[in-house]
């Protein structure tokens, strides 16, 4: 199907078409890598990857790095693919590793869009309080527990506790309207503290906590000004609680990261398996055109070798033919050395013949008649110029 395909496009064209994939593969090779770092550097990533059933922080991580790499080989493999320099030390690599690098691409995409659009549909789930059942059996809603439970413990086990003081509220009137929640709180006004971030390190429960859940908790209090997963916790537990109480529950912005920022990673992915899947069909095209071409070559080559032969074979002929007929040139002409003793011998003209003879030729060149000359006479003068000349005996 492929070689039917690319049949239709002049060779040419399919070799620029391998070349200028091949070089845009240092594009895709430096994007996987750009983004295989930046899925170790994002918190949502390392949070969500390590209760995946893979590890999809470290297996985007190694992957990417890997899979770049190979494409700047493919890229060298590439550009001595459209050279001269065919061989299937260069064609069978290139062809294995573009269509191995386009399946693992792709298979990473898809893990990635799978996982951030499950992991938003858990979240919204979990808070909505449907189809617990049936994500309770994926390994990702363990991901949605655990954070709903970080952030229930760390409200009630740690914040404003006396493992945590908090120090006195500036202004109670923000809080007026949590008076229940704030008289369970714990203020010192000498070892209170405005966050509970001092006393993560500090306390028994510094074991208990994922610090990668709540690397990520902190970031979503300081970006979006959330604190909670469903509902929204009274005090803000990494920012300063002095400024008011917090308002906004984190799920809605959970889910919007792992369907934006996972989504965003899968379609690189499949873009770039895409890119290289482009790369290997023009190679494939490439291959069988080649084959074509190196026979009609060959034809071309061996038509020649015959033409070449059957022409040397008709000089060869020639020359022997001619080399002959000058050997056997005096034998076959005996009387044409005696020619020039004849004319030699002749006896000379009269005066009153030559002058004649002129008076005839002025009449002959007013009146433009041709002079003939008789075949006898031409056929004797080019005897004589085809035989070699050789002293006779009377000139000795």
Same mark, same amino acid.
């Not at 031409?378 to 005897?383: F, I, K, N, S």
């Given at each position: 199907?492929?070689?039917?395909?690319?049949?239709?496009?002049?060779?040419?064209?399919?070799?620029?078409?391998?070349?200028?994939?091949?070089?845009?593969?240092?594009?895709?090779?430096?994007?996987?890598?750009?983004?295989?770092?930046?899925?170790?550097?994002?918190?949502?990533?390392?949070?969500?990857?390590?209760?995946?059933?893979?590890?999809?922080?470290?297996?985007?991580?190694?992957?990417?790095?890997?899979?770049?790499?190979?494409?700047?080989?493919?890229?060298?493999?590439?550009?001595?693919?459209?050279?001269?320099?065919?061989?299937?030390?260069?064609?069978?690599?290139?062809?294995?590793?573009?269509?191995?690098?386009?399946?693992?691409?792709?298979?990473?995409?898809?893990?990635?869009?799978?996982?951030?659009?499950?992991?938003?549909?858990?979240?919204?789930?979990?808070?909505?309080?449907?189809?617990?059942?049936?994500?309770?059996?994926?390994?990702?809603?363990?991901?949605?527990?655990?954070?709903?439970?970080?952030?229930?413990?760390?409200?009630?086990? *740690?914040?404003? $506790?006396? =493992?945590? /003081? !908090? #120090?006195?509220?500036?202004?109670?009137?923000?809080?007026? @309207? &949590?008076?229940?929640?704030?008289?369970?709180?714990?203020?010192?006004?000498? *070892?209170?503290? $405005?966050? =509970?971030? /001092? !006393? #993560?390190?500090?306390?028994?429960?510094?074991?208990?906590? @994922? &610090?990668?859940?709540?690397?990520?908790?902190?970031?979503?209090?300081?970006?979006?000004?959330? $604190?909670? =997963?469903?509902?929204? #916790?009274?005090?803000?537990?990494?920012?300063?609680?002095?400024?008011?109480?917090?308002?906004?529950?984190?799920?809605?912005?959970?889910?919007?990261?792992?369907?934006?920022?996972?989504?965003?990673?899968?379609?690189?992915?499949?873009?770039?398996?895409?890119?290289?899947?482009?790369?290997?069909?023009?190679?494939?095209?490439?291959?069988?055109?080649?084959?074509?071409?190196?026979?009609?070559?060959?034809?071309?080559?061996?038509?020649?070798?015959?033409?070449?032969?059957?022409?040397?074979?008709?000089?060869?002929?020639?020359?022997?033919?001619?080399?002959?007929?000058?050997?056997?040139?005096?034998?076959?002409?005996?009387?044409?050395?005696?020619?020039?003793?004849?004319?030699?011998?002749?006896?000379?003209?009269?005066?009153?013949?030559?002058?004649?003879?002129?008076?005839?030729?002025?009449?002959?060149?007013?009146?433009?008649?041709?002079?003939?000359?008789?075949?006898?006479?031409?056929?004797?003068?080019?005897?004589?110029?085809?035989?070699?000349?050789?002293?006779?005996?009377?000139?000795?």
């Amino acid at each position: 199907m492929c070689c039917i395909t690319v049949s239709y496009f002049p060779l040419r064209f399919i070799k620029a078409a391998v070349f200028l994939f091949s070089c845009g593969l240092i594009a895709c090779a430096g994007i996987s890598m750009y983004w295989a770092v930046k899925a170790k550097r994002m918190p949502v990533w390392v949070a969500y990857g390590g209760y995946l059933p893979q590890n999809l922080s470290e297996l985007s991580f190694l992957l990417g790095l890997v899979l770049g790499s190979a494409l700047l080989m493919l890229f060298i493999l590439g550009v001595l693919l459209v050279t001269r320099a065919k061989h299937c030390i260069v064609t069978c690599p290139y062809g294995v590793m573009t269509f191995g690098i386009f399946i693992a691409y792709y298979l990473l995409g898809i893990l990635c869009l799978a996982a951030g659009f499950y992991g938003s549909e858990a979240i919204g789930d979990y808070c909505a309080g449907q189809d617990l059942d049936y994500w309770n059996r994926f390994k990702l809603f363990s991901f949605v527990l655990a954070l709903d439970s970080h952030y229930v413990e760390l409200d009630k086990q *740690l914040m404003c $506790t006396d =493992l945590c /003081p !908090c #120090l006195p509220l500036s202004n109670p009137l923000l809080y007026s @309207n &949590y008076t229940e929640t704030v008289s369970t709180k714990i203020f010192s006004s000498t *070892l209170g503290h $405005t966050s =509970l971030t /001092p !006393c #993560l390190s500090d306390t028994d429960y510094s074991t208990r906590w @994922n &610090y990668d859940l709540i690397a990520y908790m902190k970031q979503l209090e300081l970006r979006y000004s959330c $604190t909670g =997963l469903c509902k929204p #916790l009274v005090f803000s537990q990494f920012s300063n609680y002095q400024y008011g109480p917090n308002e906004n529950a984190c799920w809605s912005y959970i889910a919007k990261e792992l369907d934006s920022d996972m989504g965003k990673m899968g379609y690189v992915f499949l873009s770039c398996g895409s890119f290289v899947f482009c790369a290997w069909f023009c190679q494939f095209g490439l291959c069988f055109r080649d084959k074509e071409e190196k026979a009609i070559r060959e034809h071309i080559r061996q038509k020649r070798v015959e033409e070449r032969e059957v022409l040397r074979q008709a000089l060869s002929t020639t020359n022997e033919s001619v080399i002959q007929q000058h050997s056997n040139g005096p034998q076959q002409f005996p009387n044409l050395q005696f020619a020039k003793m004849d004319s030699e011998m002749s006896p000379s003209r009269s005066p009153k013949s030559n002058r004649m003879e002129g008076k005839q030729q002025q009449y002959r060149g007013k009146r433009k008649i041709p002079i003939t000359v008789p075949e006898s006479q031409m056929q004797t003068q080019e005897l004589k110029q085809s035989v070699p000349q050789t002293p006779s005996k009377l000139n000795k």
